[in-house]
């Protein structure tokens, strides 16, 4: 089966691709002659993941899903949630991000956070969202070259290893994608039977 995955994240679409296997083709925005960045001003990841879907499906009629992420720390009441890509600036800046929340958090106690992902399939024109999270600890610096985005800088379930420390599949296992997208698959090998 064709899906498109409607992401300009290299990095999501290889986590992807890894779980969902040889069972589904995934087709790219660029793929679908999609070059232009897709807006994502709604106030909800799910919002978004829905935002984002809905644009490649009215562009290109086909299949789709797409996901949104955000960061959600205790301490900072759910911050920097669906805004964790413009947290600092308005753009993509990764450094300036991760510089941002350890800002926040110095000498704050409470590390606890979340990744959560929203993911919004578009199937022959019904919507459906499926939902993955971890749990874990934000560090008081970087560990790891690994991952992407705010990875250095979060330990997963209690671990003593950061995502940007753990191997591509061993993040996959037990990661807020993973988890929502493993639950999309599922769905669609359901259907597809
Ligand atoms: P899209 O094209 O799919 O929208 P994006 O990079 O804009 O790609 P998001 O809006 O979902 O993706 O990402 C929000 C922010 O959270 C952004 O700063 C990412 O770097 C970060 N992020 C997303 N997934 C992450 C992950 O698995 N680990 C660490 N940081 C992540």
Redesign the pocket.
Known sequence: MKIVFA???AH?LNEVAQVVGEKFELVTLRECGITEDIP?NEPTLEG?ALA?ARYVYSRTGLNCF??????EVDALGGEPGVR??RYATDG?D?EA?KRLLLERMQGVENRAAQ?RTAVALIMDGEEYLFEGIVRGDIATEEHGEG?????PL?FPEGGAKT?AEMSAEAKNQI???GRAVRKLAEFLQNISQ
């Open positions: 992401t300009n994240n999501k994502e978004n984002k797409a996901d949104d992420t955000g960061l964790s890509a993509h990764d991000n990744f991952g992407f985005g705010y990875d979060f995502f990661s807020h994608r």
